[in-house]
């Protein structure tokens, strides 16, 4: 368990050489090139009613005020005041508003990166409206460009930018694809020159489990579904929207838009990974600048569609007392709730709703690229044990989610508290429970 010293922050992380003063210019400038009217009226709206610390998961596990979410873009509220407002003239001639140090900085790198999952429950919440996460996302922006991304998110995104996969070590991925086909005997459909559907799939799924990646095949190839993996645009996570480098995210989510133009796809599906739901279904066409040609489906509601149309029947998955974590990109901010509810009803699962469930999930505590921050792990820890606790609380003998990084997030606290359960993949249980024979589309 952490200890509140293990919870202090480190030094300004940072492989950028520029000076400290230069990098919090940098940062500042990058906020007030970020803020337009809607940000500035959002920014103007708080009444500092703190209601948003109480939704918080960092919040609530440590009482700690600093973990306020509004709190998190202060510096960059302060900018704004002082360079930016009507009133910005006032603030510098009295000198209201100093100038953010770097030592300020440093503390709030710990703040927007180690201590925010870009979860939504705070913007859900707040009775001003304020999207307070979209703020964050904007001031993640600003650190970016004054090189103040955690080296660890840096160096995945640099790296999924250049070569289209996030780690430098390991095997290409279409090797590893076609491997994972072998070893499950079920054909990956690869680089096909015509298709309705194109499929990408989580580094987290081909490194950690393959089975899921067998299981999306395996689901498709029943459905008889026309459909192909492309080894130009093969990964859905987004190391570009996680670290906040705009122009990587642009140019990551750019290689899946250009292959599925390519292969003249009508749909580009999104495995079960949150966060690319976020990035190519919210976010890609706003940096592609013009609307998709083809629809962005996460592999639920794919699945759900199928089920209502009658295209697909599943024989009773018997896993006894059910509970299932809502992934908060998907349902908070993708609205996708119905969808795996559909499912495990059409799998016969007796499910015990969590306490905050749907909407009002509580991330697991691994999300906005916060389980790739080596220094995050304490703080992250101490964050969950709301999520455990909850789900301890159904009783549930089996555990289900629809998003691969919660899946790895539940799987390293199991290790770490020395927890009882693992989560299963909603689309897992789905290919093994496949009525009749494949079809052929
Ligand atoms: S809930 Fe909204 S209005 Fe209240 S303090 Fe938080 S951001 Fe401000
Ligand atoms: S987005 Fe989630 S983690 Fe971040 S401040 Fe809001 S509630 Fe907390």
Known sequence: MSTSAELETGELESSDTRSAESRVEGAMRGFAREIGALSAFRLESCIHCGICAESCHFYIATEDPKYTPIWKVEPFKQAYKRES???????RLLGLKAKVTADELAEWQ????????MCGRCSLICPMGIDIAALIEQARHAMFEAGLAPKELLEKAAHQQLTGQPEASAEPYRD????????????????????????????????????AVAALARVMHHLGVSCTFRSDGLIAENYGYFSGGRAWQRDISLRLIEQAILCNAKVLLVPECGAAYTALRWEAADLYGKPLPFQVRHVTEFVADALQAGELTLQEAKTGVTTFHDPCQLVRKGGVKDAPRQIMKSLGIELHELRDH?????????GGGVLDIESAAPLRYRTMEIKLREIDDTGAETFLTTCSDCRRTFNDAKEHFGWNKSPKSLLELVAEHLDGTARTR
Do not use: K, W
Not at 85 to 91: E, H
Not at 358 to 363: K, L, S
């Open 85 to 91: 407002s009507a009133f910005a003239p006032v603030f």
């Open 110 to 117: 710990h703040l927007l990166f180690d201590s925010c999952n």
């Open 176 to 211: 590893r694809l076609i491997e994972i086909g072998e070893e499950f005997q079920v054909e990956i459909p690869m680089d096909r020159p015509s298709v309705d559907v194109m499929l990408c799939v989580p580094r987290t799924d081909i490194e950690h489990y393959p089975e």
């Open 358 to 366: 749907g909407g009002f999930t509580f991330c697991c505590g691994g």
